[in-house]
């Protein structure tokens, strides 16, 4: 099955600075890769996904970059900001058929003002 | 993006008795479901994967008499823990993913239900 790795497990940067996160997976066949942001006691929120037709997608400070060959994928935040201090989970299925995501075990960023 | 709901927000119960959590999906038709286990500082562990109308589908190592769901209808999830323990308090979220055509879509949380077992 699908085993999704994700690193690092920690990262601080100071505010303005950017951030990235990578995650690669192992099943060739998945073609989904979403990114879920998790603030404290509080359900992942969907943030930004990819689809492996693209190798890259960008929503204002968000991008996500996809490389199907080396199979790996990665959340780039520019300009951050103390809100975006939050766990940050990748995630890859199959987005066809009925199969469940299977998670990264997350990065906990830290954005000091 | 879509909503889905989750209540309670929390719950602290005693030793032996059963709890139930309900996720709703609000502005969608959610023909799966999901129920996730996260304990502090860890990622999100599949419990069970329930289709609307069919038995849900337990993941290995998941006791399906102590965690019952219930997916009757397209926008109505429930998880019951029966006779909890100490051992079970956890943060449970469920999620729901809606499907159109030939693909299924995006997966969207609920805010996640805090479970404190006495």
């Known amino acids: 099955g699908e085993n999704v790795e994700q690193h690092p497990s920690t990262l601080s940067v100071q505010e303005g600075d950017s951030a990235v996160i990578k995650c690669t997976y192992s099943?060739?066949?998945?073609?989904?890769f979403p990114w879920y942001k998790q603030e404290l006691g509080k359900g992942p929120q969907l943030i930004i996904d990819?689809?492996?037709?693209?190798g890259e997608k960008k929503d204002q400070r968000i991008a996500v970059t996809l490389n199907k060959t080396a199979k790996h994928f990665s959340l780039h935040i520019t300009e951050t900001q103390p809100e975006d201090s939050a766990v940050y989970f990748c995630?890859?299925?199959?987005?066809?058929?009925?199969?469940?995501?299977?998670f990264g075990k997350g990065t906990r960023l830290s954005v000091i003002a | 993006g879509a909503v889905v709901s989750q209540h309670p927000s929390r719950v602290i119960c005693k030793s032996g008795t059963s709890v139930k959590i309900e996720c709703r999906s609000l502005?969608?038709?959610?023909?799966?479901m999901f129920w996730y286990r996260q304990f502090p500082k860890q990622s999100l562990m599949l419990m069970a994967t329930?289709?609307?109308?069919?038995?849900?589908?337990?993941e290995q190592g998941v006791e399906k008499d102590k965690f019952l769901i219930n997916h009757a209808s397209l926008t109505l999830s429930t998880l019951t823990v029966t006779s909890a323990h100490p051992e079970d308090s956890s943060f449970y979220i469920c999620?729901?993913?809606?499907?159109?055509?030939?693909?299924?879509?995006?997966?969207?949380f609920g805010p996640g239900t805090r479970l404190t077992v006495l």
């Open positions: 999620s729901a993913r809606d499907y159109s055509g030939s693909t299924y879509n995006e997966q969207f």
């Open positions: 099943d060739s066949a998945s073609n989904y």
């Open positions: 990819i689809r492996s037709n693209v």
């Open positions: 995630a890859a299925r199959m987005i066809s058929g009925n199969t469940p995501l299977v």
């Open positions: 502005d969608f038709q959610a023909t799966t």
């Open positions: 329930s289709n609307e109308g069919s038995k849900a589908t337990y």
